[in-house]
C-alpha cells in the first residue's frame, strides 16, 4: 500500500507564493508519474501539473508561466511552486502517483489553498 501525504497549503494575498510539497511513502515498487490536481467549489478536479519519472512536465494552461512541478525522486517527493497566484486558484489541491507494477493511482487527502483579492 502507498501513502500520500500533502502539506504546504494555507492562505495567501492575490500575487503571492505557495510550494506545495507530497511526499509517498510504504511499500513502493517504483512510482511513474507524480501529480496534482485541484478542485474548486462547484467545479470538476482537473489536472494542475503532472511530472514522468524522466522529468517530462504538463501544465494545464491556466498555470503555465506561474507553476513550476518538480520531483525528488531519492525522496518519492513532488513539490508544486505557485508564484503569481490568483484568486481563481483558490481550490483543495490533490497529490496524485502512479506507481507500482499495475501502475495504481493513490491519492492524498488534499490541502486547501485560498488567495485572497
Known amino acids: 500500500q502507498v501513502q500520500v501525504m500533502e502539506s504546504g497549503g494555507g492562505l495567501v494575498q492575490t500575487g503571492g507564493s505557495l510550494r506545495l510539497s507530497c511526499a509517498a511513502s510504504g511499500s513502493i515498487s517504483s512510482i511513474f508519474a507524480m501529480g496534482w490536481h485541484r478542485q474548486a467549489p462547484g467545479k470538476q478536479r482537473e489536472l494542475v501539473a503532472v511530472v514522468s519519472s524522466g522529468g517530462r512536465t504538463n501544465y494545464v494552461d491556466s498555470v503555465k508561466g506561474r507553476f513550476t512541478i518538480f520531483r525528488d525522486n531519492a525522496k518519492n517527493t513532488v513539490y508544486l511552486r505557485m508564484n503569481s497566484l490568483k484568486p481563481e486558484d483558490t481550490a483543495v489541491y490533490y497529490c496524485?502517483?502512479?506507481?507500482?507494477?499495475?501502475?495504481?493511482?493513490?491519492w492524498g487527502q488534499g490541502t486547501q489553498v485560498t488567495v485572497s483579492s
Open positions: 496524485n502517483v502512479v506507481a507500482g507494477l499495475s501502475r495504481n493511482d493513490y
